[in-house]
């Protein structure tokens, strides 16, 4: 069997050790380490987020995928210029001001870099100043901010608001997600997308990010 | 009245089958032999490392009064607001999983162990909640016991960061109920440490204290709704015991 076919197909099993063996072989033989990514690693990361959102496996298969994804991924990394693992688009991520509740917000950054974005996790309880001076400073295009509280909707609109006093808005766009968070409030306070979970999250940001 | 709870593990840990709904896993759906041994790793974790503690005070409706407004930033309409001052009696709690949990959990994920990690998550925010129910149990058989309710009364909690009630609410309830008496930080935010924590206000009476139309101004937002639910299992226990 092709090797990157072999690669993608344990990191769908979930299986790290094999991932792991598989993406070393890869590298011994010569391969283009961009094409080990996106041909084997991000490919077989696809199947996983597309059998996920139509309900054919359950989310700690996800998981498992995703961290035999990062265990060819760390085989990779040193490959790249600088380290730089090439990337869909930089989207920096937080769980907003007031919340400490992250579980939401790392599933969906654990999600995106598997579709190949690159991820600038700010953690939680982030003000809004720093997501912005943040994707100022990475020149990330997505800022995308998550809560489980039902009283943090301001430090979200704050965000966008401090993106429009810069002139940002339209350059760095906006996705809000969790447990009280809604398409219709999305649009209310003026953000780009919404995600309604993790999977969907992934597919907003591909959206915006016009990928 | 002040009362610290220790909490039987096995009293509030949530069955397999709750966890794994939880992570969107019907309790009809036909589960692999791998994720199950997830959840058994996870409970067994949490097993280990998990000190549950709690305490909660009485406390009267004027003091109450002055401890809901918090910093002045409530929804107009927040539903604590219009519940208790109909209640019999009032008492403010908190309780905790302890931190070696939420360190753990943090670990998992720094070891890109996710599917482990958001298990044990799971577990334990499940937990945490469950602990506020217990709590209003020994709450409500104090009461009582004193005779100041009666056994037909139901307790709910109602806290901070939900339905209205501020997060910013939590400064002057930790003023009051002194939650570091069992380990409970808040930070500037107002956000509690350890993660794995719950507080708010314990409301004793009758059903129609607790029943409300969930449409206030932040109810079309809110895709929670277990406000529905509880109340929900108010009317089917009422139903069933009469």
């Known amino acids: ?211 | 009245m002040k009362r610290k709870i220790q909490f039987d593990l096995e009293e509030i840990t949530p069955r397999r089958e709750a966890v794994l709904d939880h992570q969107g896993i019907p309790e009809d759906a036909e589960v692999p032999q791998r994720i199950l041994a997830i959840f058994e790793e996870a409970a067994t974790i949490f097993a280990d490392l998990a000190r549950p503690r709690g305490l909660f005070a009485d406390i009267n409706e004027v003091e109450f009064g002055e401890v809901f407004p918090g910093e002045g930033s409530n929804a107009a309409d927040a539903v604590v607001g219009n519940v208790f001052p109909k209640a019999n009696n009032l008492a403010l709690f908190a309780a905790t999983m302890g931190e070696e949990v939420s360190r753990a959990i943090a670990d998992l994920f720094d070891r890109n162990d996710f599917a482990l990690g958001v298990m044990l998550d799971a577990v334990a925010s499940m937990t945490a909640d469950r602990t506020s129910e217990v709590i209003a149990d020994h709450y409500h058989a104090d009461l009582v016991a004193e005779g100041r309710a009666a056994p037909a009364d139901h307790v709910l909690g109602y806290s901070p960061g939900y339905c209205g009630w501020h997060i910013t609410g939590q400064r002057k309830l930790f003023d009051y109920l002194t939650p570091a008496d069992i380990g409970i930080s808040l930070n500037d935010s107002c956000l509690m440490s350890p993660l794995k924590s719950v507080s708010g206000v314990l409301v004793s009476g009758g059903i129609d204290v607790h029943m409300f139309k969930a449409g206030y101004s932040y109810c079309p937002q809110c895709k929670n709704a277990s406000c529905v639910a509880r109340m929900e299992r108010l009317m089917a226990s009422e139903q069933g015991n009469a």
Not at chain 1, 47 to 73: C, N, Q, T, W
Not at chain 1, 203 to 210: D, H, L, P, T, W
């Open chain 1, 1 to 211: 069997m092709d090797l990157l076919k072999e690669i993608s197909e344990a990191l769908q099993k979930g299986d790290d050790a094999k991932v792991g063996e598989l993406t070393k072989k890869a590298i011994d033989e010569g391969m283009v380490p961009k094409e080990i990514l996106d041909d084997g690693l991000i490919a077989g990361m696809d199947v996983i987020g597309k059998k996920f959102r139509d309900h054919e496996i359950f989310l700690p298969d996800v998981l498992l995928s995703a961290r035999a994804m990062y265990a060819g991924m760390d085989l990779l990394k040193p490959l790249f210029l600088q380290g730089e693992v090439p990337s869909l688009g930089k989207v920096v991520l937080g769980t907003v001001q007031g919340d400490l509740h992250d579980i939401g917000k790392n599933l969906v950054g654990i999600m995106l870099k598997g579709a190949g974005f690159e991820i600038v996790d700010l953690g939680k309880d982030v003000p809004p100043e720093v997501f912005v001076d943040t994707a100022e400073k990475e020149d990330a295009g997505i800022i995308g901010m998550s809560t489980l509280l039902t009283t943090t909707a301001p430090a979200m609109v704050r965000v966008i608001e401090i993106l429009k006093e810069r002139g940002l808005d339209g350059k760095i766009k906006t996705i809000v997600g969790g447990a009280p968070v809604s398409q219709n409030l999305a649009e209310e306070i003026g953000a780009d997308a919404y995600g309604y979970d993790a999977a969907n999250a992934v597919e907003s940001v591909k959206g915006i990010a016009g990928v």
